[in-house]
């Protein structure tokens, strides 16, 4: 590989999420991932049934390789072909060669992650996950049928099916190699000598970034409306220890969240990025017994335990939202808008109003300020920052105020924040001092890819691997035809 096409190739590897969380939101290989536009006129030509059809009907007809227990049909090729030209990006110097060597790739990292005792990936998270991309189709496009029509299933349960398999191979795979890089490291000397060894007309060009802080003030629930709340998981309760009611038909009636439509089952660890309360609940229970009401960030919860397996918990719980009301939510408004006010007028400092008032506990200690997720450090591209706040961070100056906005939380509760930028940082050259945080990044991301080429170079050699004719010439980056070197 040319310098040039590496140093790209790190760069834009660096601007994706770690490997797992990538695979949380993309189906990979398939063709069942497309854009909002897309989907949405798709679906308007199978509302007018239209003689143009926006995907074809592909036909298995044919294995083009095996890896382990994997198969890769001809089909698969295609449908991967179409999922890059769903994501707008041109396939004309995309070679079948290329897409059957990523195929094998992440079947290889898949078959292993089975074979791999330490690995899991629970079907209720596989489930999870497959629903939260149907929400967001749905969303799109205001219909589950209009989803099933478009991607030619025969119902949901087909489409749900094919979606599961995908996500569980994706999950497997990207699981498998967060495990190959987990302990790779690299010290202040190696990203020195990454950086040193990088040609000055080859130095990476950073976009404008930022610094910000918010300030989060979330209307209050009344006590009232929390007794309430408490009063009705309490009443479920008392039906299901002493009347024999489903607790899985509760959680399906009730029950606001995507569990709900699996009667609240959950397969758990301690592991499991879950709230800590919730975690202690649950695992301070016996088998078959069912918790009194609790409150967790997210809401108020009963759980049943059903069974313990080993480590791991298979339970079902309910949770419900106690919602606030209009009154609350003007005080917050009408709190939020004196705060700004203080602070324009220079009563108090952001930082000072953040670290008081501030209903984010994640930020309120560091006067509101942001942190990347995925670099660790304060700054952001201004190309990562959400949509919806984008212009409103872009047209301010370091220093200004953004006027209130509207947010809400991943349970759709509504909240108000304002926003300040802390420090621009222009577009400009890589910097070792400046830009280190991101130097070593690329350099961690070049080890990484070295330990991943190692790990391939033996696993590829210690697993069935069957290519057939058709791909016999490529030149294949890894030993897939197992030739002598």
């Given at each position: ?10 760069i ?11 695979q ?11 854009k ?28 083009a ?25 041109d ?18 990292y ?44 025969d ?11 995908i ?36 130095l ?21 409306e ?18 024999g ?15 709900s439509?699996r ?19 649950a695992?301070?229970?016996q088998?078959?017994?069912?918790s ?67 209903d ?26 959400d949509?919806?706040i ?26 108000f ?18 830009d ?41 980056t ?8």
């Amino acid at each position: 590989m040319k310098p040039t096409t590496k140093l790209f190739l790190l760069i834009l590897i660096v601007h994706l999420s770690a490997f797992a969380k990538a695979q949380q939101d993309t189906l990979v290989n398939s063709s069942m991932l497309v854009k909002s536009d897309t989907l949405m006129a798709a679906t308007t030509l199978v509302e007018k049934d239209t003689v143009k059809k926006p995907f074809k009907k592909f036909k298995a007809d044919g294995v083009a390789a095996v890896v382990g227990e994997f198969v890769i049909l001809d089909s698969d090729i295609i449908k991967m072909r179409e999922d890059i030209k769903a994501q707008g990006m041109d396939t004309g110097e995309i070679t079948d060669c290329q897409i059957v060597g990523r195929l094998m790739e992440n079947k290889l990292y898949a078959h292993h992650a089975e074979l791999d005792t330490l690995i899991s990936i629970t079907q209720s998270r596989v489930e999870d996950i497959t629903q939260q991309q149907l929400d967001r189709m749905v969303a799109q496009v205001g219909d589950i049928d209009k989803v099933v029509a478009f991607y030619r299933k025969d119902s949901e349960k087909e489409l749900r099916d094919e979606l599961n398999a995908i996500n569980r191979e994706s999950q497997l795979s990207s699981m498998m190699q967060e495990k190959i890089v987990k302990d790779v490291e690299v010290t202040p000397e190696e990203v020195r000598q990454f950086f040193d060894k990088i040609p000055e007309d080859e130095l990476p060009m950073f976009g404008d970034e930022v610094e910000i802080s918010q300030l989060v003030i979330k209307p209050k629930v009344p006590k009232e409306e929390e007794q309430k709340v408490i009063d009705q998981l309490n009443q479920m309760r008392d039906d299901i220890v002493n009347n024999g009611a489903s607790f899985a038909t509760k959680a399906v009636l009730y029950s606001q969240d995507a569990t709900s439509t699996r009667g609240g089952q959950m397969t758990i660890s301690r592991k499991d990025p879950l709230d800590k309360d919730f975690k202690q609940v649950a695992f301070s229970l016996q088998e078959g017994e069912v918790s009194k009401p609790f409150k967790s960030e997210f809401g108020y919860h009963i759980v049943q335990l059903d069974k313990i397996k080993g480590q791991k918990l298979d339970i079902r719980h309910i949770i419900i939202i106690p919602k606030y009301t209009i009154e609350t939510e003007e005080i917050a408004k009408n709190t939020i808008d004196t705060l700004r006010t203080n602070i324009l007028n220079g009563k108090y400092t952001f930082d000072e109003v953040a670290r008081k008032y501030s209903d984010e506990k994640e930020t309120r200690e560091d006067g509101g300020q942001l942190i990347n997720p995925k670099t660790g450090d304060t700054r952001f591209e201004l190309t990562d920052i959400d949509p919806t706040i984008y212009e409103q961070v872009n047209n301010l100056d370091e220093g200004e105020i953004s006027l209130v906005l509207a947010d809400q939380t991943r349970t759709g509760q509504k909240f108000f924040k304002i926003i300040t930028v802390n420090k621009k940082h222009p577009e400009h050259l890589a910097n070792y001092s400046q830009d280190y945080t991101k130097i070593k990044q690329l350099a961690l991301r070049e080890k990484q890819i070295k330990e991943v080429e190692k790990w391939q170079k033996k696993n590829i050699l210690d697993t069935y691997v069957k290519v057939s004719e058709d791909y016999q010439d490529c030149k294949f980056t890894g030993n897939w035809l197992k030739t002598k070197s």
